[in-house]
């Protein structure tokens, strides 16, 4: 059973930084992408940064610049660098990662990042 951990979040002043790491367990895939998207209140989920199997990093056009993702130092994680906050960035952020052969997707249970003074 695929289990994916995130960690990190929380409350942040405007302009400041947070990590968020996300691990998974309890599979091994042939190649797989791992990300991020998030969810504001009354808005529908969006995507913020992806990691593809190839090691290609995709971050949404909006967060570049500030956000940025890359691999963890844990085997089978990836981690989401946020800096220069805003309170528009506040929202529950959830790690996803795909099968890159079934494209199965599995989602972390999600993470609240809340930017505010």
């Known amino acids: 059973q695929v289990q994916l951990v995130q960690s990190g979040g929380g409350l942040v002043q405007p302009g400041g930084s947070l990590t968020l790491s996300c691990g998974f367990s309890?599979?091994?895939?042939?190649?797989?992408?791992m990300g991020w998207y998030r969810q504001a209140p009354g808005k529908e989920r969006e995507l913020v940064a992806m990691?593809?199997?190839?090691?290609?990093?995709k971050v949404r056009d909006s967060l570049k610049g500030r956000f940025s993702i890359s691999r963890g130092d844990a085997e089978n994680s990836i981690v989401l660098q946020m800096n220069n906050l805003e309170p528009g960035d506040t929202a529950v952020y959830y790690c996803?990662?795909?099968?890159?052969?079934?494209?199965?997707?599995?989602w972390g249970n999600g993470t609240l990042v809340t930017v505010s003074s």
């Open positions: 990691l593809t199997p190839g090691e290609l990093t």
């Open positions: 309890g599979a091994t895939f042939t190649s797989y992408a």
């Open positions: 996803k990662l795909q099968d890159g052969r079934t494209w199965a997707e599995y």
